[in-house]
């Protein structure tokens, strides 16, 4: 029985070492049907399994060896950086920009929404799947608004810029939305993004669904129009780009386009800060991104409206 579990101690230990390499990798996957298969199930499943990976030898603690705790050392700093979870301390400046994005899908709640901006009194809020009607339920005249596909509010004027559509895609509407707006005398140019998401691989890899094309189609438009956007981000001088990303910071699309790009939970989140949430798990895939010139001081996912994206709030300092 003892060689039985010092065996199984054996085999814990290598699959950990296993699946560590597998998700440190993660940032630099092939584009191939198995990498993106691989890559989506590690990213967009409930990341809890690493946790009880890493308990494994603790239960085992009378058997495990010496080269066995160093490898489980190395995978307890990769499976706790895999849960996303920020440890970083405010950075306190003053001229505040407070900038808000919310899929407001799923259910959200407009009376919820419009108590949520009367307390956090956003200056700029970035909404995907609303429409205009819902807009002029929740803001009063006061505000500057535009809808197209995608809706921005602002406290400051907005001259709309233009839009890139889904079309050349096979989808519908827009995936972003560009804006200029005179905030604290800066042009500041203002993206509304909404990626498309990985969903109808997922849903085609759960029920046993594989369509190799299918999987092909939908990763290249993902890159292709994270790649736009990136572009668009490399042309401004002062920029704000908000939305849901469809994609976490972990995956080789982001790091591959996005990854030297400001984003607020990373440069000041802290704890747990997952924007999007199912019944038995949450992701963080809604981002505020700016360009390096502006500094974010606090970065935070507040309290649930309704629906299955939770908002996030930033604020922002403009030299």
């Known amino acids: 029985?003892?060689?039985?579990?010092?065996?199984?101690?054996i085999l814990v230990t290598l699959f950990s070492l296993l699946m560590a390499g597998?998700?440190?990798s993660l940032g630099y996957?092939?584009?191939?049907?198995?990498?993106?298969?691989?890559?989506?199930?590690?990213?967009?499943?409930p990341r809890w399994w690493a946790l009880l990976l890493l308990a494994l030898p603790l239960l085992l603690f009378p058997l495990t060896k010496k080269w066995q705790w160093l490898v489980w050392a190395l995978c307890a700093l990769v499976f706790v950086r895999f849960q996303d979870i920020q440890l970083n301390l405010p950075q306190q400046q003053g001229g505040e920009l407070r900038v808000m994005t919310l899929n407001s899908g799923g259910g959200a709640n407009i009376e919820q929404i419009r108590r949520l901006v009367a307390f956090h009194q956003p200056d700029i809020i970035f909404m995907q799947e609303t429409k205009a009607e819902i807009i002029k339920q929740i803001f009063d005249s006061s505000w500057y608004s535009h809808c197209d596909t995608l809706c921005t509010v602002s406290r400051t004027p907005l001259e709309h810029i233009g839009s890139l559509s889904r079309t050349g895609f096979g989808g519908r509407g827009n995936f972003a939305v560009f804006y200029h707006s005179q905030i604290q005398g800066k042009t500041i140019s203002l993206a509304n993004v909404h990626l498309p998401t990985p969903r109808s691989t997922l849903a085609a890899l759960i029920h046993g669904l594989v369509d190799e094309q299918e999987f092909?189609?939908?990763?290249?438009?993902?890159?292709?129009?994270?790649s736009l956007l990136a572009s668009w981000a490399k042309q401004q001088d002062y920029y704000i780009a908000a939305g849901d990303f469809n994609m976490s910071v972990q995956e080789n699309i982001y790091q591959r386009y996005?990854?030297?790009e400001r984003n607020?939970?990373?440069q000041v989140g802290s704890g747990i800060n997952y924007t999007k949430y199912t019944s038995w798990h949450g992701i963080r895939i809604d981002h505020v991104l700016s360009s390096a010139n502006l500094s974010f001081?606090?970065?935070?996912v507040v309290n649930s409206v309704g629906g299955d994206h939770r908002p996030?709030?930033?604020n922002l300092h403009i030299p």
């Open 312 to 314: 996030l709030l930033v």
């Open 29 to 45: 996957f092939p584009d191939n049907t198995l990498a993106i298969t691989i890559s989506y199930l590690l990213l967009f499943s």
């Open 1 to 9: 029985m003892r060689k039985l579990l010092q065996f199984s101690s």
């Open 264 to 266: 607020a939970i990373n």
């Open 297 to 300: 001081s606090t970065a935070q």
């Open 22 to 24: 597998l998700v440190a």
């Open 258 to 260: 996005l990854s030297t």
């Open 216 to 226: 092909q189609d939908l990763h290249f438009t993902r890159n292709m129009q994270t």
